[in-house]
């Protein structure tokens, strides 16, 4: 599968951004897609998941409340809607899948096969 988000841009803090990752290939409602970011000098870190099966959904504590991660399998893309955005969210983000993950890998960059390349996220205060 291949994927390929778009989205990003330059907002201020407060602001609402909705990020898409689109697919290509693949029976996508089979793949588990997660959103991953990467801010300046730091590790990639996981945003936000969305399981292939059952469609859990899971978030990391710093964007709990605030982002949603939501999938239109009939459009195979998978959004990313991020509100009360803050300059700490400032980072190249990325879209993951992969068709055999388990469920407690699901926050583990490593465990997944495809990437897309990261769209860019500027929040300024």
């Known amino acids: 599968v291949q994927l390929q988000a778009s989205g990003g841009g330059l907002l201020q803090a407060g602001d609402s951004l909705r990020l898409s990752c689109s697919a290509s290939?693949?029976?996508?409602?089979?793949?588990?897609v997660a959103w991953f970011r990467q801010a300046p000098g730091k590790e990639r870190e996981f945003v936000a998941a969305?399981?292939?099966?059952?469609?859990?959904?899971y978030y990391a504590d710093s964007v709990k409340g605030r982002f949603t991660i939501s999938r239109d399998n009939a459009k195979k893309t998978v959004d990313l809607q991020m509100n009360s955005l803050r300059p700490e969210d400032t980072a190249v983000y990325y879209c993951?899948?992969?068709?055999?993950?388990?469920?407690?890998?699901?926050?583990?960059?490593?465990?997944?096969?495809?990437w897309g390349r990261g769209t860019q996220v500027t929040v300024s205060s």
């Open positions: 290939g693949g029976t996508f409602s089979r793949y588990t």
């Open positions: 969305i399981f292939r099966s059952a469609g859990n959904k």
């Open positions: 993951a899948a992969d068709g055999s993950l388990i469920l407690s890998s699901i926050r583990n960059e490593n465990q997944y096969d495809y």
